[in-house]
């Protein structure tokens, strides 16, 4: 199995990253300073989730060098014209303190404004000049994904969308694959609250390999082709959520896990069609 992705311009991702989302101040720089320690290494923030400059302080605390860690933001729906998002794109950094990012998303396409195409321009030109290595985005429906490739000539490395056992995603993941996308998975274990983690075939192959409910999930992802990015603020659970490369799930395994899929499956009401986040 392999142990990175490798992105088309060569950039390589961890199989696991660490989300950030509604983490804030003193105690989320703890959390993600003890997930760098755990070992993961690739962060994920954004502009919206205001924790950009606690992203940074947690990375200059770390013992772990720049270098070794990517660190990922997202551009808010608000700042889709073009001089708006290369400004956005650039207070992100003074907000982390980086100098560059390792990967910047579309957070949104926010497809009633119609801007996401000028947002990608601003994307594809923030990466000549230096400020990130690689672009994506997240939420995007094969649709605008078509669109982007149409009026730029580049698809995204990465879409990061909304991806668990009750929303598995099967047909934008084969899209994402079919065109060279890396699909990166937010709630990957359902979010806050929701409970997943207690479904039966869930808990069966947990009994099964001797592993948590979280750690056949977060697998079960790895094993599709998915980059997930759990988040806990509990250093027990960060670690037990990196530690799901001592067991394959057989192929009826991982369907069984996709028959999981139902409609209302999401655990937000955030359709990309409609959703607006600006
Ligand atoms: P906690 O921070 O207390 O660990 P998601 O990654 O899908 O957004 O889910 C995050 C939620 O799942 C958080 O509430 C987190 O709580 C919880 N969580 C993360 N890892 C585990 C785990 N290994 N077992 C149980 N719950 C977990």
């Known amino acids: 199995m392999k142990t990175t992705h490798i992105l088309s311009d060569g950039l390589q991702l961890p199989l696991i990253g660490f989300g950030t989302s509604g983490f804030r101040g003193a105690k989320a720089v703890q959390s993600i300073s003890s997930a760098l320690s755990a070992g993961y290494r690739l962060i994920d923030t954004a502009y919206n989730y205001e924790n950009e400059g606690t992203v940074g302080a947690a990375i200059r605390q770390s ?126 274990l359902g979010g806050h609250g929701h409970n997943l983690l207690t479904l039966a075939p869930v808990l069966q192959l947990a009994e099964k390999y001797h592993k948590s409910p979280a750690q056949v999930i977060l697998r079960w992802e790895v094993q599709l082709g998915v980059l997930p990015l759990p988040l806990s603020q509990n250093p027990t659970r960060q670690a037990e959520n990196l530690d799901v490369f001592d067991f394959t799930l057989t192929a009826n395994e991982v369907e069984a896990i996709v028959a999981l899929d139902c409609s209302g499956g999401r655990v937000t009401d955030q359709d990309p069609k409609t959703h607006e986040e600006l």
Do not use: C, M
Not at 66 to 81: A, C, E, F, M, N
Not at 85 to 109: C, K, M, V
């Open 63 to 188: 013992s772990v060098p720049r270098d070794q860690i990517l660190v990922s933001s997202k551009l808010p729906g608000r700042y889709h014209r073009y001089d708006l998002a290369i400004n956005a794109i650039q207070e992100s950094l003074y907000r982390t303190g980086l100098e560059y990012f390792d990967l910047y998303l579309i957070h949104w396409p926010n497809p009633q404004r119609n801007e996401y195409v000028e947002a990608w321009q601003a994307l594809i030109d923030a990466k000549k000049f230096g400020l990130v290595r690689e672009i994506g985005v997240s939420n995007f429906l094969p649709e605008h994904l078509d669109r982007l490739q149409a009026d730029t000539g580049e698809f995204p490395a990465v879409n990061q969308v909304e991806l668990h056992p009750t929303f598995s995603q099967v047909d934008q993941l084969d899209y994402d694959k079919r065109h060279g996308i890396l699909t990166e998975a937010w709630s990957p």
